[in-house]
């Protein structure tokens, strides 16, 4: 149903890194060749139950909730190349090859969940200094990373 418009789907998010600490709620990106691809494939998830639910904010991300009685899981749409499906994949790659980093992350992750237990943005707005520096470490520009953190700290 999506495969013959989908270049890839990709795991990411915390449980796509071994030994990271976790929720236990599976990231998911189905890729599209374009933006233009977005519409098709927002008509094709709703027909296997999927309700689309915009970008909350981040954009070349568009977001779907599951009104099926499926395993805990965030599914997204991001056109190939878009910060949306970079950001998280950049993060991914890096912290599988950097184990030293991931135990740093994963406790940042814990220290903010336990502070932050009720407060989605405060919890993620605490992340966003951490984030940045891996992403500027594999080399996103001064416009990406401006952009990403724009999007972290509304």
Do not use: W
Not at 45 to 53: D, I, N, S
């Amino acid at each position: 149903m999506v495969d013959d418009l989908a270049l890839a789907i990709e795991h990411m998010g915390s449980t796509a890194v071994p030994g990271l600490a976790a929720k236990p709620i599976i990231d998911m990106a189905v890729v599209l060749p374009s933006a233009e691809d977005v519409p098709q494939m927002i008509e094709r998830l709703a027909t296997l139950g999927y309700v689309h639910r915009g970008n909350l904010g981040i954009e070349g991300r568009e977001v779907f909730s599951s009104l099926l009685d499926l395993p805990a899981h965030h599914l997204y749409v991001c056109p190939a190349g878009s910060l949306g499906l970079l950001n998280p994949l950049a993060v991914r790659d890096y912290l599988r090859t950097h184990p030293e980093v991931t135990r740093a992350y994963g406790e940042l992750k814990k220290s903010l969940a336990a502070e932050f237990p009720h407060d989605i943005d405060s919890y993620v707005g605490g992340k966003t200094d951490f984030i940045l520096s891996i992403l500027r470490e594999v080399g996103f520009t001064s416009d990406q990373l401006e952009a990403i953190e724009r999007m972290n700290r509304k």
